[in-house]
T-cell receptor, first 113, second 115 residues
């Protein structure tokens, strides 16, 4: 298996633009997680899905952030409009159970100018 | 509310010596703990875990110790190797609330192994 796939790996955009991050989980994993890593806050969970259904989105910072999982093999995290404070590394992870080992993708480094 | 805390942002150890990374937690309901390792430009990868019914779990050079009364766990790496240089995160599943359970991560400790 190729592992969790994220695209793009790097994204540089200007403030106010829409940003879409993409994730393909490991086949057979029922859980998909979106995390954000910053120096100040460390690794924080934004939202997670079980069988394509959002379970906990309490970590989504504000209405500018939205996430979808239209099928078991694809998820998106969208920021609209983007702001400089959104600059961070965004990770997608998938797992068989929500409490155990999660497999992380390589991350998307987002820079908002 | 930081339920899992790694108070040392960084640690530097000589190659061949023991590395000890520490983690404290506040919620006594945590019953399972995981350690992740992260290299630059990569996602975290699972390293080792421990259940609260144990106080020690060993996997090769890596051993995790759990002290439930102190709400403290530690990761020992013996002997330390240059390839161990990375950021280490401890994590624990939060208590399940309304069917939802998630991993709570510490802030991470950057380990540097000096040759």
């Amino acid at each position: 298996d190729a592992g969790v796939i994220q695209s793009p790996r790097h994204e540089v955009t200007e403030m106010g633009q829409e940003v879409t991050l993409r994730c393909k989980p490991i086949s057979g994993h029922d859980y998909l997680f979106w995390y954000r890593q910053t120096m100040m806050r460390g690794l924080e969970l934004l939202i997670y899905f079980n069988n394509n259904v959002p379970i906990d989105d309490s970590g989504m910072p504000e209405d500018r952030f939205s996430a979808k999982m239209p099928n078991a093999s694809f998820s998106t995290l969208k920021i609209q409009p983007s702001e400089p404070r959104d600059s961070a590394v965004y990770f997608c992870a998938s797992s068989l159970v929500d409490w155990g080992e999660q497999f992380f993708g390589p991350g998307t480094r987002l820079t908002v100018l | 509310d930081q339920q899992v805390k790694q108070n040392s942002p960084s640690l530097s150890v000589q190659e061949g010596r023991i590395s000890i990374l520490n983690c404290d937690y506040t919620n006594s309901m945590f019953d399972y703990f995981l350690w992740y390792k992260k290299y630059p430009a990569e996602g975290p990868t699972f390293l080792i875990s421990i259940s609260s019914i144990k106080d020690k779990n060993e996997d090769g050079r890596f051993t995790v110790f759990l002290n439930k009364s102190a709400k403290h766990l530690s990761l020992h790496i013996v002997p330390s190797q240059p390839g161990d240089s990375a950021v280490y995160f401890c994590a624990a599943p939060s208590p399940r609330i309304q069917g939802a359970q998630k991993l709570v991560f510490g802030q991470g400790t950057r380990l540097t192994i000096n040759p």
